[in-house]
Nanobody, 124 residues
Framework: QVQLVESGGGLVQAGGSLRLSCAAS????????MGWFRQAPGKGRVFVST????????DYTDSVKGRFTISRDNAKNTLYLQMNGLKPEDTAVYYC?????????????????WGRGTQVTVSS
């Protein structure tokens, strides 16, 4: 099994920055593509960003392009999400996810492993 633990969330003012981390443990050799999803209050969980094993391929939802950057350090088994220019509409619980295939993926059902999430709150 694979365990994913997110950290780095918190309360920030609009325009501020946060960096989320996701530490993977367990059978990490099964992990290839990883991703970030988020769930705003009263809404479903939606795709934010994804990155393949090498880090050379990434994808973002349109609303975060130019503001968020996904990266990973495979030596540390850690995934990151640098979030700049935060807006109140970015407020959500952010989830880390991992899959056992190397293709980028934007759908929840494509991911096998999930963290428990970290809260990000952006005040106006």
């Amino acid at each position: 099994q694979v365990q994913l633990v997110e950290s780095g969330g918190g309360l920030v003012q609009a325009g501020g920055s946060l960096r989320l981390s996701c530490a993977a443990s367990g059978r990490t050799f099964n992990i290839y593509t990883m991703g970030w999803f988020r769930q705003a209050p009263g809404k479903g969980r939606v795709f934010v960003s994804t990155i393949n094993w090498s880090g050379r391929s990434t994808d973002y939802t349109d609303s975060v392009k130019g503001r968020f950057t996904i990266s990973r350090d495979n030596a540390k088994n850690t995934l990151y999400l640098q979030m700049n220019g935060l807006k109140p509409e970015d407020t959500a619980v952010y989830y880390c996810a991992a899959r056992e295939h190397n293709a980028l993926a934007t759908r929840e059902r494509d991911y096998k492993y999930w963290g428990r999430g970290t809260q990000v709150t952006v005040s106006s």
